[in-house]
């Protein structure tokens, strides 16, 4: 909009951009500080995100960088339903940090994967999620997949004493996302998954706030690495969307996130913010147990430490790496 | 995942992603075609967004070039509702090229906007589409601006006796996107605009299969530059979510598309493909009635031309530019 158009002077001091700062970074590129109007969100979690980076995201030379946002805005927003505290009591873990794996390739029967599932759970994991490509295809159906899945982590808590929680993966549109949500706490399913980047930040909040008791893991596909800053998008906004734990790719892994990415992604995610209860962080993607003290020391007891494909190659021996994983983090001694 | 940990014979063949070339470009890039399985989608828009680009859109080295969709995967989608033969009707304008408005900036009242909307009608416009940072605002609040608006087009409707179609934006999650559908289309809005990638393409299927009759026009907010080419996504995806209308950022304007991705996007959405109708595109952002012909030229009849904010500049002579934008298009004469 040109900004000769815009006669009326209440749009004009009030909705209209302004640019606060240009910093030249002497590399060719300018960090550029605008202050947007908080009334121009409509306090909506779509709104939101097209104020802040819509069509600036047709600009293949822009990222957004960080966003500061006010307390007023923060709060028309549900932020964590269960927070770290919360998922902590789902899984009778009051300070040690947290273990989850996950339950692939998709492609394996819903029989298959709850057999997985039942030798990851005697490996006394907090968390088996879903691997984010199992959906509600013809070889695992969402409803028979869950109801299978979470008979079988059932059977092996029961074996255990110790209580394994699954987190299966919801997708669709929000009318889908709401009948799976239910449908999986139903079967005892405690927490779900979504992708917000590909259901919509708006379905997030939604399901947020229709499932308040409900823990959501939110899972970082289609939300890009290069043009929001994962701190911002998966570790601040998808909290005050909702999440209780963001799975993010840790440094050192097959994803690019610097160290310094990763730290401060964990540390949006959970430190003190408008108070907002935390939600925790969960570095992933290509991990294995030899990563354990060294992602302890550098993250801290506030965590949940996820090893996926590496504990289903162990094969037959699945459930004794499990435990070598789960002994290791429960273990370990924080200096 | 790794492939070693993959026992079942039926998942290799049939889940796990095949590479089938890779082409050194010879600048250091590579050009990798995959093959993935159909059952891996499930028939669902958002998961066959997360197979196409999910995991790979956090590789910021990735750009999802193109998909070569098979004809079974493209007949579970809903495609577009009117599709251009549906638009064209809609305003009585079955061969020439169809003109289109933009109401802004936000801020304005619904007042302010209805008199806008009046005076661009007045001009003779086939569409007046919402600005698309137009949502649920106290400034001007949905479904008090959409019906001040629509009665504002009737009115010059009826002064003209030229049909000027109104695009509401729809803002929110799926109840909300449905409550403002059914509402703009009960106060005589006949098409709606929505941006797929923040409401999620999930939620724009759903639209599309709950308001056959509508016409939706897709706005690309968030929809990025650089990660998955823009014809893919903007042309041929959204097409078969069900989109009769592609805005897209014209060469020459405010961003950065080139000729060619123009060209390339433009034919996506309406050459023959799959049986399915074709969709119009609707180049825009910085467009002037100066580049008419030019454009013209270059998209041929079968287009939709935006011109938004330059209208608006033109300030107490609104009616009269409006008028010159579509005379002119109405008398292009095609070579």
Same mark, same amino acid.
């Given at each position: 909009m040109p900004l000769s158009a815009i006669t009326d002077p209440w749009v004009r001091e009030n909705t209209v951009g302004r640019v606060e700062d240009i910093h030249d970074q002497g590399d060719g590129s300018f960090v550029v500080r605008v202050s947007l109007g908080a009334a121009t969100t409509g306090g909506e979690a779509g709104q939101l995100l097209n104020m802040l980076f819509g069509n600036s995201s047709i *600009? =293949?030379?822009?990222? %957004?960088? =960080? #966003? =500061?946002?006010?307390?007023? !805005?923060?709060?028309e927003f549900p932020g964590p339903g269960l927070g770290e505290a919360g998922l902590r009591n789902l899984v009778g873990a009051p300070t040690r940090p947290l273990t989850c794996g996950?339950?692939?390739?998709?492609?394996?029967?819903?029989? #298959?994967? @709850?057999e997985l599932a039942y030798r990851l759970a005697l490996g006394r994991l907090d968390f088996i999620k879903d691997d984010h490509g199992l959906a509600d295809q013809a070889y695992s159906p969402f409803e028979e997949r869950v109801a299978r899945v979470?008979?079988?982590? @059932? +059977? $092996?808590? $029961?074996?255990?004493? *110790?209580?394994?929680?699954?987190?299966?993966?919801?997708?669709?549109? !929000? =009318?889908?996302?709401? *009948?799976?949500? +239910?449908? $999986? *706490?139903?079967?005892? #399913?405690?927490?779900?998954?979504? $992708?917000?980047?590909?259901?919509?930040?708006? @379905?997030?909040? #939604? %399901?947020?706030r229709d499932f308040p008791h409900l823990g959501i893991f939110v899972h970082p596909a289609m939300a890009g690495a290069a043009r929001i800053t994962p701190p911002l998008l998966l570790g601040r906004l998808f909290r005050m969307m909702g999440a209780d734990a963001t799975i993010f790719p840790n440094h050192g892994g097959r994803f690019g996130y610097s160290p310094q990415t990763c730290r401060e992604l964990a540390e949006a995610a959970r430190s003190e913010w408008h108070g907002m209860a935390p939600s925790l962080p969960v570095p992933a993607?290509?991990?294995t147990t030899e990563r354990v003290d060294e992602m302890l020391d550098f993250y801290g007891p506030h965590?949940? %430490?996820?090893i996926g494909g590496d504990l289903l190659a162990a094969g037959p021996r699945l459930t004794q790496e499990t435990l070598s994983f789960t002994t290791k983090v429960a273990g370990h001694v924080f200096v």
């Open positions: *600009h =293949d030379h822009i990222s %957004l960088l =960080d #966003a =500061d946002l006010p307390h007023t !805005l923060t709060t996950a339950l692939k390739p998709q492609g394996l029967s819903s029989g #298959a994967l @709850a979470a008979r079988a982590i @059932a +059977k $092996a808590n $029961a074996e255990t004493g *110790h209580t394994t929680c699954y987190v299966p993966s919801l997708t669709g549109n !929000l =009318d889908q996302l709401r *009948h799976q949500a +239910k449908f $999986a *706490h139903g079967h005892g #399913a405690a927490c779900v998954m979504i $992708a917000p980047m590909i259901a919509g930040l708006p @379905a997030l909040t #939604a %399901l947020r993607g290509g991990m965590v949940i %430490l996820l």
